[in-house]
């Protein structure tokens, strides 16, 4: 099976650099036109879409399904980027300052948030369930729309690597994929 973890359309947020996490914030116009761009270039039409249940990504699954019709699609919320609790709506260059210890990480929890090792746990219980899904339904190409973040620790998962503070090494931009073959 083929799986592309996508990265949504750019939001705002992201060009001024604003932690986002479960902040239900669009994408907007230029953002999509460079979506559709990136992702028409992947050469393998899906069988299946799963998707953050956050606007950002829905919109996103919409620009997809302009390209390769209109694709079964499946909504899931632990699809969702980290929760980073009282620190969304804020400027990295400020969190980073004023709360070191939520970089490079990946137990600390911010207030009122998770942990990624909290949010690796939620995907793990959407892999198990995406896998046997596909197993039942017999898809052959799956894409998973998500975020930055959750796709590196989805990406991990599938693999069965370690989630740790290498995590923070191998992030990809908005409207960009990794494309991963499972066995």
Same mark, same amino acid.
């Given at each position: 099976?083929?799986?592309?973890?996508? %990265?949504?359309?750019? =939001?705002?947020?992201?060009?001024?650099? %604003?932690?986002? *996490?479960?902040?239900? @914030?669009?994408?907007? $116009? $230029?953002? +999509? +036109?460079?979506?559709?761009?990136?992702?028409?270039?992947?050469?393998? /039409?899906?069988?299946?879409?799963?998707?953050?249940?956050? +606007? %950002?990504? !829905?919109?996103?699954? /919409?620009?997809?399904?302009?390209?390769?019709?209109?694709?079964? =699609?499946? @909504?899931?919320?632990? !699809?969702?980027?980290?929760?980073? *609790?009282?620190? /969304?709506?804020?400027?990295?260059?400020?969190?980073? =300052?004023?709360?070191? /210890? !939520?970089? *490079? =990480?990946?137990?600390? %929890?911010?207030? *009122?948030?998770?942990?990624?090792?909290?949010?690796?746990?939620?995907?793990?219980?959407? @892999?198990?369930?995406?896998?046997w899904f596909s197993n039942i339904n017999g898809w052959n190409t799956?894409?998973?729309?998500?975020?930055?973040?959750?796709?590196?620790?989805?990406?991990?998962?599938?693999?069965?690597?370690?989630?740790?503070?290498?995590?923070?090494?191998n992030l990809i931009g908005s409207g960009q994929w990794i494309e991963? $073959?499972?066995?």
């Amino acid at each position: 099976m083929k799986v592309f973890l996508i %990265r949504h359309a750019r =939001t705002v947020w992201n060009d001024e650099k %604003r932690i986002q *996490g479960w902040a239900d @914030i669009e994408p907007y $116009e $230029e953002a +999509k +036109k460079v979506f559709y761009e990136r992702v028409r270039t992947i050469k393998a /039409e899906p069988d299946v879409i799963f998707s953050s249940d956050l +606007k %950002r990504s !829905l919109i996103s699954v /919409e620009i997809i399904k302009r390209i390769y019709g209109d694709i079964p =699609t499946f @909504i899931d919320w632990r !699809l969702r980027e980290r929760n980073m *609790g009282k620190v /969304e709506g804020e400027f990295y260059e400020e969190i980073k =300052t004023k709360y070191p /210890e !939520l970089w *490079g =990480t990946v137990d600390v %929890r911010p207030e *009122g948030g998770e942990s990624i090792l909290d949010m690796a746990d939620r995907l793990k219980r959407f @892999i198990n369930d995406f896998i046997w899904f596909s197993n039942i339904n017999g898809w052959n190409t799956a894409f998973i729309v998500s975020h930055q973040l959750a796709i590196e620790v989805l990406r991990r998962a599938f693999l069965n690597e370690d989630i740790d503070e290498s995590i923070w090494n191998n992030l990809i931009g908005s409207g960009q994929w990794i494309e991963l $073959e499972l066995s």
